[in-house]
């Protein structure tokens, strides 16, 4: 059973920065790919960052610049540093496992953006 928690949501002014972190656990096939998504109210879950096992990365239009995301394969864990946060980037932040043709997904973390 593949269990992912994530960490690092709250409240932030416009301008500021958080660090989410996600951390999977259980019977993990090394070659993956990790990443964050997320859902504002009213609106359809979209991906922010992926990152594969390899080290590639693709980002958001919306994000590039501003996030970057990382990971430690040795402790199955991905990283999502945030600066430069905008009201727009509001939304519950979802951590994504897809091995193969397998998704697992966080219970999501709360990302608040004040202006």
């Known amino acids: 059973q593949v269990q992912l928690v994530e960490s690092g949501g709250g409240l932030v002014q416009a301008g500021g920065s958080l660090r989410l972190s996600c951390a999977a656990s259980?019977?993990?096939?090394?070659?993956?790919?990790m990443g964050w998504y997320r859902q504002a109210p009213g609106k359809q879950r979209e991906t922010v960052a992926v990152?594969?096992?390899?080290?590639?990365?693709n980002y958001a239009d919306s994000v590039k610049g501003r996030f970057t995301i990382s990971r430690i394969n040795a402790k199955n864990t991905v990283y999502l540093q945030m600066n430069s946060l905008k009201p727009e980037d509001t939304a519950v932040y979802y951590c994504?496992?897809?091995?193969?043709?397998?998704?697992?997904w966080g219970q999501g973390t709360q990302v608040t953006v004040s202006s």
């Open positions: 259980g019977s993990i096939f090394s070659i993956n790919v």
């Open positions: 994504n496992l897809k091995v193969a043709s397998l998704d697992y």
């Open positions: 990152i594969s096992s390899g080290g590639s990365t």
